[in-house]
């Protein structure tokens, strides 16, 4: 980790989206598995704001809907011993982490079966087992962490990558800038995915950041960026692909910048009146992710209309289960109260 | 089946709303997903979305209708293909909000118990330092060659420790405490970074979650409020919020408290500050042997600590036992000098006044009793309890602000406990409730010295 001389050309201007982004050739059973993973996230996450408004889930809860296909696409790029961080929003991450959805659900009620016993709630899941590091809460945290989860990659020797999501948000956040330095100076292998879904809770990202283009964020470090329709979960399998390869072959960080959008508001109490109605339903009808997909397993013929109503279903009990199984566990015993706080 | 809508919570806080306008009639099919109402919340009007397919077959409560309850039926909906068989009147009770059940006892405790606040676990465990057996060589080090031996010795040990900061390397460390480390062990292992704690404390963090041991350099703690955010938010919290799944251990160490006429911005005491925060131990030690022998107990902690260090004292040298590994138990307070009269509880630099105190006092027929903390989280209560038994009054000394202090907590915790043996007023030395000044006489009168405790003692003691 000697600082050493840079001897790296200044990066290539970034990568914008190009008008024919690269697509990953899916094969017939991951194209099925791509779509029954977005579709467990939105049917989980539903579920979740139905849960949330019975007055069943506490405190925040910001649901992931509208954004599947990015965690979709980069997920399944990993391998064993790679690491995740994100920040608040990570219930899909938990989902397509492998946990299963009875104890993400039971998390957000609160529920001793719950994934962090009932102790962290909607904004504070971990599956460290898994490579899943959470879930904080406080914006911009997660890619210094991140970083650091980047740091242990290198410092053992392996080739494994650390992955650290964010928003649009956290990009303006000082601490995002520091650790780019230091992954680029040392060459960590961290892939940083912006993602961009426009608002910072209220604020676009025209209101609130002088370069728009978040891709470009990591330039005055050398960092490359690309940007990617985030929509499109075999768009975002693709770059990921090569942003991870890169990060493998110890060539240092890469910044990728999904283009996403969310349906629902920040959080389940924000009305989101800062967009238009027109402008959500334009998402919903022209790019939803989940209908993409569909399209093309349709139009391969891997399944009918009625093989996708009975996987929705399969899925939509799943979901279920999971929800009684978060009501019918019982709260934390209050001697839980106590432990967990040192080792 | 049907399927009751209620009407939803959408805060955090709301009990009930106004249902302001349906964007559905009885007869309408709808998918998940699509607008079936707007409710007006004590904070925003919000709209809610239909979560299951099928048709509304009817609307129970009329668009306009205020303070409807959270989990009132509002609308029934028949999913496709099933008949709309049931009336409203026959339809079961609407499920109870729960924003009722939350308020009533968990199952697990009778009702009347439920303000009671469960008491925390007693630890039993007595902490002792590890003996040194009679004979023992003695070896006369600086603080800053016991704090330099002691991260050698866990570098040596466990190939997971590494430590990180601004010059700890090239330029053998801004204070000369990691000095010759990068030559023993290389630049992977003592790593220089740029001017940025915030992020190298967040690094260090995330490293300590995929499981090395890294302690981290402040080049002093002022800077660390830069950091302080991943400290407390990130290592200190991200045990308990995630159930026990994840680990910190992580020491976060460097000078603390004022150095000698650098100004307000570089001569601050953080202990109480991190002594407030649950998830981290706190440690503050005086001589070289105890630099030692906590700051190898703090790296082979599981937790993050914070390792308070004093700049004037780097350059002092205390004797060290030689012993192959010479660690001591966090948590443990040291009666650095027995007394009967008074009690002088102290730690870090001032406990060098507090003894030039004791000898003062001695002179005078006082006799003081000693006690450096050496940790401040957990605090050893129980040793400063235990001697104001015998002393019937404690005088404490701290260089840091009075208000919210270390010694304002130990002065509470004598109140709850030892009331009864006080015979006179817990006092406290503080430095001067002022940022702390640049000129020479001015800085003096800021801070705490041995005349200022005998003074206080004199007072507690009735003396004068």
Redesign the interface.
Known sequence: MAPKKSTKKPAASPRRRSTKPALYKAADDELISFYQQMLLIRRFEEKAGQMYGMGLIGGFCHLYIGQEAVVVGIQTALKDGDSVITGYREHGHMLVGGTDPKAVMAELTGRSGGCSSGKGGSMHMFNPEKGFYGGHGIVGAQVSLGTGLGFAAKYRKTDNVSVAYFGDGASNQGQVYESFNMAQIWDLPVVYIIENNQYAMGTSVKRASSEIELCRRGESFRIPGEQVDGMNVLAVRAAMDKAVKYCRDGKGPYILEMKTYRYRGHSMSDPAKYRSKEEVQKMRSEHDAIDQIKAVILDRGLMDEADLKAADKAIKSRVADAASYAQECPEPALSELYTNVLA | MAIEI?M?????T?EKGTLAKWMVKEGDTVE??DVIAEIE?D???????A?DEGTITQILVAEGTEDVP??QVIAILVEEGEEAEASPDALPEP?K???ET?ASA????PAQDVFVE?S??VVAVTLADPAVPQGTEMTNLTVREALRDAMAEELRRDPDV?VMGEEVGEYQGAYKVTQGLLDEFG??RI????I?E???????????????KPVIEFMTFNFAMQAI??II??AAK??????????CPIVFRGPNGAASRVGAQHSQNYAAWYANV??L?VIAPYDAADCKGLLKAAIL???PVVFLENELMYGESFDVPVLDDYVLPIGKARIFREGSDVTLVSYSITVGEALKAADMLAEQDISAEVIDLRTIRPLDIETVIESVKKTNRCVIAEEGWPQCSVASDISAQLMEKAFDYLDAPVTRVNSVDVPLPYADNLEKAAVVNADKIVTAVKAVCYSE
């Open positions: 209620n939803p919570a959408l805060s955090p709301m998940s997903g919340t904070k925003a009007t919000m709209e809610v979305e979560v959270v989990g499920t909000p729960v924003v939350k968990p199952a697990d405790v469960p925390a676990p590494f630049p992977d790593i220089d970074t740029p940025t915030h992020g190298f404390a967040g690094l260090g963090a995330g490293a300590a979650f995929a499981g090395l955010d991943h938010n990130s991200s045990r308990y919020m995630s159930g026990g799944l994840v680990s649950p998830g131990k902690d599981p937790n």
